[in-house]
């Protein structure tokens, strides 16, 4: 099972989810990895730059076709140009997504070291965190499909477990267990031997595509078929969307490493945690000092009298608690959610009955991003909308049409060029213009600062699908 050389890691980026359970701050078209939940950065920019820590090449990102944008922009923002951002035609969980990434990393490098990091954790140590990759290359190397243990520090039900061979260092895995009950984590934690499964891993691209192709061939077959059908797409690599749908929606823990009998685990200690549900954030945010006096973890504009151990989290405007104990409130502009923390994770249902409602609060914020900046609603009516946009220097909208409403542009800041009817003029500060229906149009910012509008939709039907592209430089 041995190789002759050592090679450099290629780390892999897991960029999927909706992180339901972080509603209302995470939401479908932009989730947790992408907001600032557990540091200014963000959890997927916090990734990134564990991957650079590990000094290999820029890493393979698999994201979805709603969310591939945002983490165009933050590979952008982090300089890592070399990255390649994979497009999942459909979510079907962690299994399919290392398969495509085994399967690129083996078209671009041959048969490179992969870490695979998902990009909705927290760890505090980098270094740490390094240096238990670098324990595990040389396992990897040898052809082995190493996992991380995290020593627990307490009865976790929210985590899964990694029962290990007795010793010390790197250990032979003996069983995967999913999240326990509480009493079987207590027993787990009283016996030794158990750790919380990290979820991350690091093995050949080798040696991950023949486990698949040994213990959930299905996978491999669909993935397979689906990356040779592979072509670019600006910054992106689409793959085939119906051979890729045919892939079973399974996790890797249970379609490999369950079955295997080449696991080993690397005791991991780096201030890890998984950021799925809000008593997460507030425990991460514990950890690192974030907390008040009175356990109390705070962001925005807040009031608090006789409150403790809690997380209130406020966007938009001034959040009043008192006599609050253990409990979340977390308010954006257009959401409030308040529970207990410890009922936190039962969010979904609330999301659900928002859905079924056909409420928009269920899947985007007020403010939404694109390829060219973002836009926010300010107001709106029967038959009007107010919309602030904003452009990024160097981006543009498509040239587009709208056939059921007419639009009002006013410039606030920086310079505008528009393309009206086949008429190119600049709009400057409190310059305006106005676009019919029918009208084909395009705006663009050329100059070095955002440019900022204040759009005025007015018309019978103002959804958000009612525009005709003819020219999209972002491929929509």
Request: proline share 6%.
């Amino acid at each position: 099972m041995s190789q002759p050389t050592t090679p450099r890691v290629r780390p892999v980026i897991l960029a999927g989810g909706s992180g339901t359970r972080l509603w209302p701050v995470s939401r479908a078209r932009h989730p947790k990895q992408f907001q600032p939940l557990a540091g200014a950065d963000g959890l997927f920019a916090q990734t990134l730059a564990r991957a650079r820590a590990l000094g290999g090449a820029d890493p393979i990102v698999v994201c979805n076709e709603e969310h591939r944008f945002l983490a165009a922009e933050a590979l952008r923002d982090a300089g890592m140009d070399g990255a390649r951002i994979l497009l999942e035609p459909a979510g079907r969980d962690t299994a399919p997504a290392i398969a495509l990434a085994a399967c690129e990393a083996r078209a671009l490098d041959g048969d490179p070291v992969l870490a695979v990091l998902p990009a909705d954790h927290a760890i505090t140590d980098h270094g740490a965190f390094a240096r238990a990759v670098a324990r595990a290359v040389p396992h990897a190397d040898a052809g082995w499909l190493v996992t991380f243990g995290v020593t627990p520090t307490g009865p976790e039900t929210g985590y899964g477990y990694i029962r290990v061979a007795p010793g010390e260092g790197p250990r032979r895995v003996e069983a995967f267990t999913e999240k326990p009950d509480r009493a079987t984590a207590e027993r787990y934690l009283a016996d030794g031997g158990h750790y919380w499964n990290s979820g991350m891993f690091v093995f050949r691209a080798s040696a991950g595509l023949d486990a698949l192709g040994a213990h959930a061939p299905a996978v491999l077959s669909a993935v397979e078929a689906a990356h040779a059908e592979r072509a670019p797409d600006r910054d992106f690599v689409r793959v085939g969307e119906a051979a890729f749908g045919e892939a079973p929606a399974v996790s890797f823990d249970r379609a490999v490493m369950e079955r295997t009998d080449t696991a080993v685990m690397v005791p991991f200690d780096a201030g890890w945690r998984d950021v799925g549900s809000w008593r997460a954030v507030w425990e991460h945010a514990r950890e690192t000092g974030a907390a008040d006096a009175d356990g109390n973890v705070v962001s925005g504009e807040v009031a608090a009298h006789d409150v403790h151990n809690s997380l209130i989290h406020a966007e938009s405007r001034v959040v009043g608690a008192v006599g609050l104990d253990g409990h979340l409130i977390a308010e954006t502009p257009d959401a409030v959610l308040v529970a207990p923390l410890d009922r936190a994770q039962d969010v979904r249902p609330v999301v659900d009955a928002l859905r079924r409602a056909g409420r928009p609060e269920a899947e985007v914020h007020r403010r939404v991003s694109r390829p060219w900046g973002a836009y926010e609603e300010v107001d709106a009516g029967e038959h009007f909308r107010v919309k602030r946009l904003v452009v990024r220097p160097g981006e543009g909208l498509s040239r587009q049409l709208h056939r059921h409403r007419a639009e009002h542009w006013v410039v606030v800041r920086g310079t505008a060029t528009v393309e009206l009817d086949g008429e190119r003029f600049e709009l400057g500060e409190n310059q305006s213009t106005y676009i019919p229906i029918g009208a084909t149009h395009r705006l663009e910012n050329a100059g070095p600062a955002e440019l900022e509008i204040v759009e005025v939709q007015t018309g019978a039907y103002l959804g958000e699908d009612d525009i005709v592209r003819f020219d999209d430089r972002y491929g929509r």
